[in-house]
C-alpha cells in the first residue's frame, strides 16, 4: 500500500490498526494484513460501510460515461413474479461470490498486473414515477 498510495508506512499501520480494532483486519508480523471478512459479505442496512458508500463511494462511481473499453453500465427491466424476483437474487449473489474467487485467484499476481475493480449490482422492484401517474386505480378500471 505505501508503494502505491502516497501514505507514509506510520500512517498506513495506523489505518490498518484501526480496521483490527473494528474487527475487520488482522495485522500479522511484517506489516502483512489478513482480511477477517469474507469478500463478498453484506453490509448492514443502515450500516456506517453503506452509509459511506452512499455518500461517497457511489457518486465517484458513478462519475463516469461508461464509453471505455473497460467499462460497463447495463440496466435491463422486467415484470417478476416473487419467485423469479427471488431466483435473480440468488444469481447476482452469484455473481459477487465470482468477484471474490477470481480476487483470490489474483492474489498471487504482481501488483503491477492488478487492477481494482468495482461490481456493483443494484435490484429493486421498481416503477418509474411517469408510468405511476398514469396508472389507473381499481375504480378507474371498474368504470370502463
Known amino acids: 500500500m505505501v ?4 501514505l507514509s508506512k506510520a500512517e ?5 490498526l484501526v480496521l483490527e ?3 475487520l483486519a488482522d495485522l500479522k ?3 502483512r494484513i489478513r482480511l477477517l471478512v469474507a469478500r463478498d459479505f453484506d453490509w448492514l442496512p443502515d450500516g456506517p460501510i453503506r452509509h459511506f458508500f452512499v455518500q461517497r463511494g457511489l457518486p465517484d462511481f458513478m462519475a463516469s460515461r461508461f ?10 427491466h422486467g415484470m417478476l413474479t416473487k419467485a423469479a424476483y427471488a431466483q435473480l437474487q440468488v444469481e447476482m449473489h452469484r455473481l459477487r461470490g465470482k468477484l471474490a474467487a477470481l480476487h483470490s485467484e489474483s492474489l498471487s499476481a504482481p501488483l503491477s498486473e492488478k487492477r481494482g475493480t468495482a461490481l456493483l449490482l443494484a435490484m429493486r422492484v421498481r416503477e418509474p414515477q411517469a ?9 378507474d378500471r371498474g368504470q370502463e
Open 21 to 23: 480494532r473494528m474487527g
Open 12 to 16: 498506513c499501520i495506523k489505518h490498518l
Open 67 to 76: 464509453d471505455v473499453a473497460d467499462e460497463t453500465l447495463d440496466f435491463a
Open 3 to 6: 508503494s502505491a498510495y502516497h
Open 29 to 31: 508480523p511484517g506489516n
Open 131 to 139: 408510468f405511476r401517474k398514469l396508472k389507473r386505480t381499481v375504480a
